[in-house]
Nanobody, 124 residues
């Protein structure tokens, strides 16, 4: 049974930073591409960042470029999202995603497994 468990969300002031973690179990983590998506109230789930199976390739949404960094530790079965210079519009539930295809992805159709989500709230 695949489990993706996010942590690290919370309340932060604009300009602050947070580091999200996603611990994976029940899958061969080092063969999966991993990603982060987010969903604000009343909006669709949007792509944020993805990383390929080895960590050599990353992909970012325009809104995340230059502020967010995705990384992974295959020895710990964990993927991270470092978020800097946070803005109120970054407020959302952030979801960890796993794709059995090893390359980076941005579409929800590529996601095979989702985490339960972690709330990030950025105050102005």
């Amino acid at each position: 049974q695949v489990q993706l468990v996010e942590s690290g969300g919370g309340l932060v002031q604009a300009g602050g930073s947070l580091r999200l973690s996603c611990a994976a179990s029940g899958l061969t983590f080092s063969t999966y591409a991993m990603g982060w998506f987010r969903q604000a109230p009343g909006k669709e789930r949007d792509f944020v960042a993805a990383i390929n199976y080895s960590g050599a390739t990353t992909l970012y949404a325009d809104s995340a470029k230059g502020r967010f960094a995705i990384s992974r530790d295959n020895a710990k079965n964990t993927v991270y999202l470092q978020m800097n210079s946070l803005k109120p519009e970054d407020t959302a539930v952030y979801y960890c995603a796993a794709s059995v295809a090893p390359g980076v992805f941005a579409a929800t159709s590529r996601v095979n497994h989702w985490g339960q989500g972690t709330q990030v709230t950025v105050s102005s």
